[in-house]
């Protein structure tokens, strides 16, 4: 792969990098009060949380693959 491949590749993950970001963040929240009153404080439901950690999984595999490029 050159350096203009490279380039272009990093760009296509960086795009998809924002794309979750924004994914995650538009998953709703546990209301504060109960996030407080729960022990393990956990932010979001099991359901909401199972998904943040799917995309929060493959945010790691772009970072993986940004570090193999260069």
């Not at 050159?2 to 590749?9: F, G, L, Y």
């Not at 404080?41 to 940004?66: G, H, P």
Request: net charge negative.
């Amino acid at each position: 792969m050159n350096q203009e491949q490279k380039a272009q590749r990093y760009d296509w993950l960086l795009d998809q990098y924002k794309q979750i970001e924004r994914e995650i963040s538009r998953i709703p929240k546990l209301p504060l009060d109960e996030t407080l009153q729960d022990l393990n404080s956990k932010e979001y439901s099991d359901a909401n949380q199972i998904q943040v950690t799917n995309l929060t999984n493959k945010l790691r595999m772009i970072d993986e693959e940004v570090k193999r490029l260069f």
